[in-house]
């Protein structure tokens, strides 16, 4: 792996733009299944740390039972970075991880529009935004869908797909096969802010902290309820802090300002944890505290 002069990418790597959570998760799972990936992030502190969260996320995936200790180099080397957008022009499949605001990712689908072959296809893992609203910004906004993997991408076993109104069938299918050479079983739902997943999960992940912030209970009790209670594997707080709680307050905005729902308005105390920094599992404190951060 490469942290300050990366070769050049290679043709037809799949590309993966945003070297965050959710991008290098995502470059993971698809070099465990033997694909070769270009990651581009235009942020250079982003970019020198990619490499070290790659390997904690496949000590991770060892730790998991998912991959066995020596497949782990021969991983990392499929996976190569840049800084420059161009260097995913020659890729089959885009998937963009970048962050969760509608301006910035608007701008990036207008630059991928133009730089990659109609054929490209284009696939977001946003939150909340509609597939529909990021399609109409490159030429062929058939070639758009939502692959909405979880967190962390090489440990979840389905996918929010999600197919806008002009989402072609080969592009469905294309998506559906890269999914299974991963080991993953894609869920189609239609276009949506928030789709199924957070429409549903933002407002319980901010009603959750809302308890918290009027003293009815501490987040580990919140949680306790929806794990020992309901039987969930985890509690919203817990999943929360897994998410990160800026892209959850910045998935929230987008939700409060496509739907008007009032109630996608982040609570106080969301927005307070995040102007401390405290951003969950990945600063190592949110609405619980953590020994070790995760990428
Ligand atoms: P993140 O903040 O961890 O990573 C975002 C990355 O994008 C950073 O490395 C940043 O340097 C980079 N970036 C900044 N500007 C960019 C640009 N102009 N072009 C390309 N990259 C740029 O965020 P994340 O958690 O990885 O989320 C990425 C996307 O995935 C968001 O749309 C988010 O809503 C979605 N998502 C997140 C989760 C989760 O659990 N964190 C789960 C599913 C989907």
Same mark, same amino acid.
């Given at each position: 792996?490469?942290?300050?002069?990366?070769?050049?990418?290679?043709?037809?790597?799949?590309?993966?733009?945003?070297?965050?959570?959710?991008?290098?998760?995502? =470059?993971?799972?698809?070099?465990?299944?033997?694909?070769?990936?270009?990651?581009?992030?235009?942020?250079?502190?982003?970019?020198?740390?990619?490499?070290?969260?790659?390997?904690?996320?496949?000590?991770?995936?060892?730790?998991? +039972?998912?991959?066995? !200790?020596?497949?782990?180099?021969?991983?990392?080397?499929?996976?190569?970075?840049?800084?420059?957008?161009?260097?995913?022009?020659?890729?089959?499949?885009?998937?963009?991880?970048?962050?969760?605001?509608?301006?910035?990712?608007?701008?990036?689908?207008?630059?991928?529009?133009?730089?990659?072959?109609?054929?490209?296809?284009?696939?977001?893992?946003?939150?909340?935004?509609?597939?529909?609203?990021?399609?109409?910004?490159?030429? =062929?906004?058939?070639?758009?869908?939502?692959?909405?993997?979880?967190?962390?991408?090489?440990?979840?076993?389905?996918?929010?797909?999600?197919?806008?109104?002009?989402?072609?069938?080969?592009?469905?299918?294309? !998506?559906?096969?890269?999914?299974?050479?991963? +080991?993953?079983?894609?869920?189609?739902?239609?276009?949506?802010?928030?789709?199924?997943?957070?429409?549903?999960?933002?407002?319980?992940?901010?009603?959750? !902290?809302?308890?918290?912030?009027?003293?009815?209970?501490?987040?580990?009790?919140?949680?306790?309820?929806?794990?020992?209670?309901?039987?969930?594997?985890? +509690?919203?707080?817990?999943? =929360?802090?897994?998410?990160?709680?800026?892209?959850?307050?910045?998935?929230?905005?987008?939700?409060?300002?496509?739907?008007?729902?009032?109630?996608?308005?982040?609570?106080?105390?969301?927005?307070?944890?995040?102007?401390?920094?405290?951003?969950?599992?990945?600063?190592?404190?949110?609405?619980?505290?953590?020994?070790?951060?995760? !990428?």
């Amino acid at each position: 792996m490469h942290t300050t002069s990366p070769p050049a990418a290679v043709p037809g790597d799949i590309g993966v733009i945003g070297a965050g959570t959710m991008g290098l998760g995502v =470059a993971q799972a698809l070099a465990t299944a033997g694909h070769r990936v270009t990651v581009v992030d235009p942020v250079p502190a982003a970019l020198e740390s990619a490499p070290g969260r790659l390997r904690t996320g496949l000590r991770a995936a060892v730790l998991m +039972g998912r991959q066995d !200790a020596a497949s782990t180099g021969p991983t990392a080397v499929r996976v190569r970075f840049s800084r420059t957008l161009r260097d995913v022009r020659e890729a089959p499949f885009v998937i963009e991880c970048a962050p969760e605001r509608i301006p910035l990712k608007e701008g990036l689908y207008s630059e991928l529009g133009a730089l990659c072959p109609r054929d490209t296809v284009i696939a977001t893992c946003t939150s909340a935004i509609p597939v529909g609203l990021l399609g109409v910004r490159v030429q =062929a906004p058939e070639r758009v869908l939502g692959m909405h993997f979880m967190n962390p991408a090489y440990a979840t076993d389905s996918v929010e797909v999600v197919r806008g109104e002009h989402t072609s069938d080969a592009t469905l299918a294309r !998506a559906r096969h890269l999914l299974h050479t991963m +080991g993953k079983k894609g869920i189609v739902v239609h276009d949506s802010p928030g789709f199924v997943s957070n429409r549903v999960l933002m407002a319980t992940v901010n009603d959750a !902290a809302g308890v918290v912030q009027a003293g009815t209970a501490d987040a580990k009790a919140v949680d306790a309820i929806f794990q020992d209670c309901f039987g969930h594997p985890m +509690g919203p707080l817990r999943t =929360a802090d897994l998410i990160g709680l800026d892209v959850i307050v910045d998935t929230l905005h987008v939700l409060r300002e496509l739907t008007g729902g009032a109630h996608f308005t982040p609570c106080t105390l969301l927005a307070d944890l995040v102007a401390q920094g405290k951003l969950g599992r990945k600063t190592g404190e949110g609405f619980h505290r953590y020994a070790t951060r995760r !990428a």
